[in-house]
């Protein structure tokens, strides 16, 4: 049974027999709520990155807080600063050589290594750049993590007749384990339809947090290579037919038309925050899980907040290695276009 709560935009989240809890996301899409970021943070701090010749920011693709540094991923590139935003070093450059990146899809922290991930291959670092090594990873692969010393990868269904969902393999590259894709599609037209993100992927209390795009159900992946499913997104009507995505003949034709997905997750030990492909700007879906409160909102900054920045809402994209802290990053209304950005770390309650 559902409860409403606020008129019909939050609602207590109804749980199926087997204790999995269904997160009716259709329900609140229409939400318009604003709260104030104090209501779930207990201090809003902002960092300035350093800006110089050595070090300019474009493109933030990930930020990773740890209780020693501030690493960013920038343009395909990988930074380095202290905990107040001093610039410390790069990690390696672009390139083609055996310490070098071509592009960074993801990387991984664990302790004092730094694993970065580019298309075929990984490469590992200590925080101070030293280099250690690299080698292949198995093709097809396109999201990478390391946990529990074990390295795991997401290979899409992209032809419809992949056989491996999830790729376990050692530092070497080598296979050591998989988990079997379930689904099988015949592709009627031979066309192959990439959509963007795939998957989400993320590290949380000792496992991997796993997301497809078009399945509706958030799962944990172990180190023991278990999967256990935690939360089904309802998205109802809109949500996306993955059959569809081998039924296209026309490679204009707009197959998830007047659909939405669920695009970015955030996790922390109290909170889901979700974003739903075709929502309003700076507005989130936030699951308490202590609660079981739904609700579409907007996280307002305090006035000194908005004065400092000239921005009145949060938009969190990232959380710290510890889920302590939502990151962000903006720029001051009276700094210059080409300084880098200001990050905003919010710490949860």
Request: proline share 3%; hydrophobic share 40%; aromatic share 10%.
């Amino acid at each position: 049974m559902i409860v409403s709560l606020s008129v019909f935009y939050a609602c207590k989240q109804e749980k199926m027999s087997d204790s999995i809890p269904v997160l009716h996301l259709v329900e609140v899409l229409e939400g318009n709520k604003i709260i104030e970021l104090s209501e779930i943070s207990s201090e809003i701090k902002t960092v300035q990155l350093e800006t110089s010749d050595d070090i300019l920011i474009n493109r933030i693709q990930e930020i990773i807080l740890s209780d020693k540094n501030i690493i960013v991923i920038h343009d395909n590139q990988c930074a380095v600063f202290d905990l107040e935003g001093n610039f410390i070093r790069k990690i390696s450059n672009r390139g083609q050589g055996p310490r070098e990146y071509i592009s960074i899809n993801n990387l991984s922290v664990t302790g004092d290594t730094l694993w970065i991930f580019d298309s075929n291959k990984m490469l590992a670092f200590y925080l101070n750049g030293e280099f250690l090594f690299s080698s292949a990873t198995p093709n097809r692969l396109h999201y990478k993590l390391i946990f529990d010393d074990i390295f795991i990868g997401y290979r899409s269904n992209r032809s419809g007749s992949e056989n491996t969902k999830l790729l376990f393999f050692d530092k070497q590259g080598v296979p050591v384990d998989s988990i079997s894709n379930p689904k099988q599609y015949e592709n009627l037209s031979g066309i192959v339809a990439v959509f963007y993100p795939e998957v989400i992927m993320y590290l949380h209390n000792g496992s991997v947090r796993l997301k497809e795009l078009a399945n509706d159900t958030l799962f944990a992946v172990s180190s023991e290579k278990t999967t256990k499913p935690l939360y089904i997104m309802d998205l109802g009507k809109y949500a996306p037919n993955e059959e569809e995505k081998y039924q296209l003949y026309n490679p204009q034709q707009k197959i998830f038309e007047g659909k939405k997905w669920v695009n970015a997750i955030i996790e922390s030990n109290i909170y889901l925050i979700m974003n739903v492909m075709g929502m309003e700007q700076n507005r989130h879906i936030l699951y308490n899980k202590e609660t079981g409160l739904l609700e579409n909102v907007a996280f307002r900054y305090n006035d000194e907040i908005i004065n400092r920045l000239g921005k009145e809402f949060f938009d969190p994209k990232f959380i710290s290695e510890d889920k302590q802290f939502l990151i962000s990053y903006e720029a001051h209304e009276d700094i210059d276009n080409d300084d880098n950005p200001v990050l905003v770390l919010v710490a949860l309650k």
